[in-house]
């Protein structure tokens, strides 16, 4: 991910992976965010699919412009192993489950587990989010996952958590806005390190940092 300054106008990028079992919904979330559209009858995914979009940071005198580049893997068994690829590189993690599928949480809890062991990256932004939160307002019993439950095992992972509806577009937005904010405030963080680094160097002291590799490279993912 980089940086562009254009007539103060401040352009960030960063990779994104949807992660979590088959059928809870991670395509629904990611067209609705991209495309404000809902499909009952969504096709499973096959490998993986790319999108991208924007979101707009508020700051007090200039508009930041956060560009995700997503990737929404495949939930189906027989694609696990492909997950990696789309993980590797990644600043952000949504870590989706149905809230009317029991086993569906304990597989994100799994998905947690395994990034949290594979992704060098401190700095990592996982979000676990709770999806067709719709289907419980008439049946209440249709709910099986606790609210407070998934919660309280987010707050222990240091994970952002929200429930949402893809269907009806409820939190959806939130997510992405959030997870925009939390990474320019680590990437601001990451400048002011640097630039004193930068000042260290000036002095004959010098920190080694070696950079992240390139995420720029789509054509070797995706068969
Ligand atoms: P894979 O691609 O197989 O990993 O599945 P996925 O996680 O991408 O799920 P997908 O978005 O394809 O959704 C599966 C089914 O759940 C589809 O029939 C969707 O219409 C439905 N669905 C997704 N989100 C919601 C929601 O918020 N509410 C309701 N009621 N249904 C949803
Ligand atoms: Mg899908």
Known sequence: SYIIYYNRIQMLQFKLVLLGDSSVGKSSIVNRFV????????????????LSQTVTIKEDNQDVTVKFEIWDTAGQERYKSLAP??????NAALVVYDITQADSLEKAQSWVHELKNKVDDDNLVIYLVGNKVDLTIDNAEKRVVDKTVAEKYAEENGLLFSEVSAKTGEGIQQIFQT???KLYEIRRKEDATNNSNMANRARGQVDIQLPRPSTNDSTSCCS
Do not use: C
């Not at 009858?41 to 490998?47: D, N, V």
């Not at 690829?85 to 990644?90: E, K």
């Open 35 to 50: 495309k404000d559209s809902f499909d009952e009858f969504r096709e499973s995914t096959i490998g993986a699919a790319f």
């Open 85 to 90: 690829m789309y993980y590797r590189n990644s």
């Open 179 to 181: 997870i925009g904010e």
